[in-house]
């Protein structure tokens, strides 16, 4: 039973746009790069993140799998954050569709995708 | 009598702001009122809250007031702040002592520019230069109930802070080191500058409960370099600069609770303080302060 987990389990993945050439990363890195504690790519691009909306199964799929940190908590944290930082949070958007539309105007994207990901990003594979 | 020689010399208050400096465009407002109490002095340097080996005074002294700090940026990496209390202090029982009158009026007015430097690991580290002045109050510093010791300080200071998740929540997490130069009121011949300079430590750590909620706990404490001990016999040839002639320190321990800001909702914060730790200096210093905090303009 144990192996059944959630029905949104492996329907999920993180997913960069076409433009950055990363295909896998350590669990550990995703978390850094999702809560803002590294902010740059390895080109040294800076990350836009464009997250899913707070109650998707999208989101409760990067909370449980990477970010260890329920939804509610995680969207404080990150206006904690830029509140600091005098800077504007990351992008929560209000649907799915959403990030496909904005990312086709923003380098760079790192966020989560139903898979299959769909033209114009690809899957970063969790190591 | 030995306790109308001593001298208010509590710290102002001065949470840890850490190493986030404020973008241009945008104005950060902090409004907060504060109040606290005291009534025993500890000469030797110890943890004394019962007073058994302290200096009493005839009567409590408490201090209220209301303090503004503004701070804006001067581009993504150099912000500039000011602050300025409006504070009351008196005893708190009647008493005819005038060293224990009412005294009310403008405690130390604080400025200075920060410059974000970069980061450590995932402590973000700022360096600031400032400068406060107790010049508002200089005619009444001679008191108990004084608002300060009327000096002017050139200040240096470092700011560390971090915030990231920890077991399914997160902390905020904040040090500010600062080091006061304070400009000479008198020349002693064997202490040199008077009032001796100043290191002041302010630490604070949030972890949220909630997302509305968080709790911490903050430490705050000053040490002065050098000065005279409490000794009657020589802060007298000090006359109203007594108090700035001691070699006082003191350390207060507390909790803070924090509202956090929404997308209209200003950021609230209550503290509560308590001295654990005291030399020449009140040893039984209780604080409460309530702050609200505001952003007003536009977030990059």
Same mark, same amino acid.
């Given at each position: 039973?144990?192996?059944?987990?959630?029905?949104?389990?492996?329907?999920?993945?993180?997913?960069?746009?076409?433009?950055?050439?990363?295909?896998?990363?350590?669990?550990?890195?995703?978390?850094?790069?999702?809560?803002?504690?590294?902010?740059?790519?390895?080109?040294?691009?800076?990350?836009?993140?464009?997250?899913?909306?707070?109650?998707?199964?999208?989101?409760?799929?990067?909370?449980?799998?990477?970010?260890?940190?329920?939804?509610?908590?995680?969207?404080?944290?990150?206006?904690?954050?830029?509140?600091?930082?005098?800077?504007?949070?990351?992008?929560?958007?209000?649907?799915?569709?959403?990030?496909?539309?904005?990312?086709?105007?923003?380098?760079?994207?790192?966020?989560?995708?139903?898979?299959?990901?769909?033209?114009?990003?690809?899957?970063?594979?969790?190591? | 009598?030995?306790?109308?020689?001593?001298?208010?010399?509590?710290?102002?208050?001065?949470?840890?702001?850490?190493?986030?400096?404020?973008?241009?465009?945008?104005?950060?407002?902090?409004?907060?009122?504060?109040?606290?109490?005291?009534?025993?002095?500890?000469?030797?340097?110890?943890?004394?809250?019962?007073?058994?080996?302290?200096?009493? $005074? !005839?009567?409590?002294?408490?201090?209220?007031?209301?303090?503004?700090?503004? %701070?804006?940026? =001067? *581009?993504?990496?150099? @912000? /500039?702040?000011?602050?300025?209390?409006?504070?009351?202090?008196?005893?708190?029982?009647?008493?005819?002592?005038?060293? $224990? !009158?009412?005294?009310?009026?403008?405690?130390?007015?604080?400025?200075?520019? %920060?410059?974000? =430097? *970069?980061?450590?690991? @995932? /402590?973000?580290?700022?360096?600031?230069?400032?400068?406060?002045?107790?010049?508002?109050?200089?005619?009444?510093?001679?008191?108990?109930?004084?608002?300060?010791?009327?000096?002017?300080?050139?200040?240096?200071?470092?700011? =560390? *802070?971090?915030?990231?998740? /920890?077991?399914?929540?997160?902390?905020?997490?904040?040090?500010?080191?600062?080091?006061?130069?304070?400009?000479?009121?008198?020349?002693?011949?064997?202490?040199?500058?008077?009032?001796?300079?100043?290191?002041?430590?302010?630490?604070?750590?949030?972890?949220? /409960?909630?997302?509305?909620?968080?709790?911490?706990?903050?430490?705050?404490?000053?040490?002065?370099?050098?000065?005279?001990?409490?000794?009657?016999?020589?802060?007298?040839?000090?006359?109203?600069?007594?108090?700035?002639?001691?070699?006082?320190?003191?350390?207060?321990?507390?909790?803070?609770?924090?509202?956090?800001?929404?997308?209209?909702?200003?950021?609230?914060?209550?503290?509560?303080?308590?001295?654990?730790?005291?030399?020449?200096?009140?040893?039984?210093?209780?604080?409460?302060?309530?702050?609200?905090?505001?952003?007003?303009?536009?977030?990059?």
């Amino acid at each position: 039973m144990m192996l059944l987990g959630p029905a949104w389990a492996q329907e999920h993945s993180v997913a960069v746009t076409s433009d950055v050439a990363i295909t896998a990363l350590e669990k550990t890195q995703l978390r850094r790069l999702f809560t803002g504690q590294d902010d740059a790519w390895s080109d040294g691009r800076e990350v836009q993140l464009i997250l899913p909306p707070m109650d998707s199964e999208a989101m409760a799929w990067l909370s449980s799998t990477i970010l260890g940190l329920p939804p509610d908590l995680y969207h404080r944290y990150l206006l904690e954050k830029a509140y600091r930082a005098g800077r504007a949070p990351p992008r929560v958007v209000e649907s799915m569709d959403q990030i496909l539309e904005e990312s086709q105007a923003v380098p760079a994207v790192l966020t989560v995708l139903p898979l299959p990901v769909g033209t114009g990003f690809h899957v970063v594979r969790i190591n | 009598m030995l306790w109308s020689l001593l001298a208010l010399l509590t710290a102002s208050s001065m949470a840890s702001e850490g190493p986030w400096t404020t973008s241009r465009g945008l104005h950060n407002v902090y409004l907060g009122v504060m109040g606290e109490r005291f009534r025993c002095f500890e000469a030797k340097g110890a943890s004394n809250a019962a007073c058994s080996s302290g200096i009493p $005074l !005839s009567a409590p002294v408490a201090k209220t007031g209301a303090k503004i700090f503004y %701070r804006t940026g =001067l *581009g993504d990496r150099t @912000d /500039v702040a000011f602050s300025v209390p409006f504070v009351q202090s008196f005893a708190t029982e009647p008493t005819t002592n005038p060293m $224990l !009158s009412s005294t009310t009026g403008i405690g130390l007015v604080e400025g200075r520019v %920060r410059q974000r =430097l *970069g980061k450590i690991g @995932d /402590v973000g580290v700022a360096a600031a230069t400032g400068v406060r002045t107790g010049a508002a109050h200089w005619d009444t510093r001679g008191r108990i109930t004084n608002l300060g010791e009327g000096s002017t300080d050139l200040m240096a200071a470092l700011y =560390l *802070g971090g915030t990231g998740p /920890v077991v399914g929540r997160f902390h905020t997490t904040s040090m500010d080191v600062r080091y006061f130069y304070r400009l000479p009121l008198q020349q002693s011949d064997s202490l040199g500058r008077i009032p001796g300079d100043e290191v002041h430590l302010s630490s604070v750590s949030t972890f949220a /409960v909630t997302p509305q909620l968080g709790l911490g706990l903050s430490a705050d404490g000053f040490w002065r370099l050098w000065g005279e001990e409490l000794d009657l016999s020589r802060l007298g040839q000090y006359g109203d600069d007594r108090w700035a002639a001691l070699r006082a320190s003191q350390l207060k321990l507390g909790g803070r609770a924090v509202v956090y800001p929404g997308e209209r909702r200003p950021y609230l914060q209550l503290s509560v303080m308590r001295a654990v730790w005291a030399k020449n200096n009140p040893v039984d210093t209780t604080q409460v302060e309530l702050a609200m905090g505001m952003d007003i303009g536009r977030r990059k």
